[in-house]
């Protein structure tokens, strides 16, 4: 192929020029355009749709490719391939997002951050799909979308409102520990580099003889966390709000590659019915003193996106892609996400999303079952059969338990009737919110900023909410409520509009 390439349109005819436009009347800047200018008519009607829906939340990220390597041997626990043998390596997409934020928004500002990840595997796609928090603000699924509205513009003045934030949290208590953690340093990491990312969820390690374990996993960075002040990041969401984006894309293409190191806690289901804390309820962590972190893995991003959009806006992240040897807890949210993932990506992408250059498999996929749709862009099968049971295509079927390893047994044993559930909030639901503060405490300064930090949201909203907020910070420790008190009234002073 020619180093220099010819211009040509869409279809592939080559034109002399991509800047005239056919003009009736003269050949000056007054002029009637045509019809059959087709050159003009495609440009303009392509730029009309070079946008597609972007995610409803984690709508603003940053990606690139990189490397999962085994480092420890864990094929006592799980079947998983892409674990089994040190030093095995898989191609991976990451995509580090904020939550809150459309496409644009600023890098720095106080909020989750999302992890993102496609481990191309021997057995199909494994995506990781967490958080930098190890716990959710919600442990019932049809809260989510209130939550997460909560957090975005109020509806009629268009404006994020710390009002609406406070309101959604004073009356879903459940969630005061990621509050917590929302409101800490954490919440303004200094570059995605410097983050560390958890599952949040419990999900099990299975065996092919029906054998498996409950995990939580841990994700950490091998440059150390860091953290931005309340008041830095406010300064660099104006001066350099793409800061993030831009650190790693600079970290890469000069060969500083950044890496994490990937831990289990692991539980026996023996464990499980006895531990302190419901291990399928999000809002809440299982101490390393009760379970130590065991070492699994390590990533490394190596590679750019040669194209942001076609490779980190296309790419599309379900927490129901496990591999064998991987899968799901009956944690409610969980549940709920495997449905919800892959049913965004056919919204914003399409019924055949999974066909996409960054999302597809590496592995041979035959899923004849599943064919046709808008975009379809393989060979579609052919002539296979398109039904199930055949006898004019032989295909193998692998394993033992059918998707994720199930067997019939064990936890996944059900009696009962189907009730309306929604979760209560009870007093062990702060327990951890005051280990957390106590943890806080053996760091200088933590506490000081986690209040300055709430301080400087809370004071935006309304009295009364500000009142009930406090009562719910009160019952982590009454003296948080005290010092917030006064940090308010403080900023108060230097700021009266607020
Ligand atoms: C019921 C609870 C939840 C629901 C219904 C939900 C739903 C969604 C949806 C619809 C998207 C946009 C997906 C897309 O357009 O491709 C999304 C993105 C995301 N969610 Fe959730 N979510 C939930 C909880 C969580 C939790 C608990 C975590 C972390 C532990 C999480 C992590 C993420 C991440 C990292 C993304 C961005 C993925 C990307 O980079 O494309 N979500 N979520």
Known sequence: MDTVPTYTGAEGVPYASASTAQHFGGNNIKGLMLLQDTQLIETLAHFSRERIPERVVHAAGVGAWGEFEVTHDISE????????????KSKVLLRVSTVGPERGGADTIRDVRGWGMKIFTEEGNQDFVFNSIPVFFVRDPIKFPSLNRSHKRHPAT????????????????????AIMALFSDRGTPKTVRHLNAYSGHTYKITKEDGTFHYVKVHIKTNQGVETLTNDEATRL???APGIHGVDLYESIAKGDFPSWTFFFQVMTPAQAENYRWNIFDMTKIWPHSDFPLIPV????LNKNPGNYFAEIEQAAFSPSNMVPGIAPSADPLLQARMFAYNDAARYRLGVNYQQ???NRAVSRVYCPFQRDGSMTFTDNYGGDPNYIGSDLKPINYKGKFGAHGYKIGGHEEWIGSVVGFTSEVVDDDFVQARMFWDMLGKQEGQQEHFVYNVACHLKGAIPQVQEKALGMLSNVYPVIAEKLRVSIGNLKKVAPLN
């Open 297 to 300: 893995g390590k990533l490394t």
């Open 237 to 239: 969401a104006g001066e």
């Open 356 to 358: 996409l250059p960054c």
């Open 158 to 177: 268009n404006q994020g409102d710390p009002t609406m934030f406070w309101d959604f949290h004073n009356n879903n208590q459940e969630g005061i520990h």
């Open 77 to 88: 626990l799980t079947d998983a391939k892409f674990l089994n043998g040190i030093g095995k």
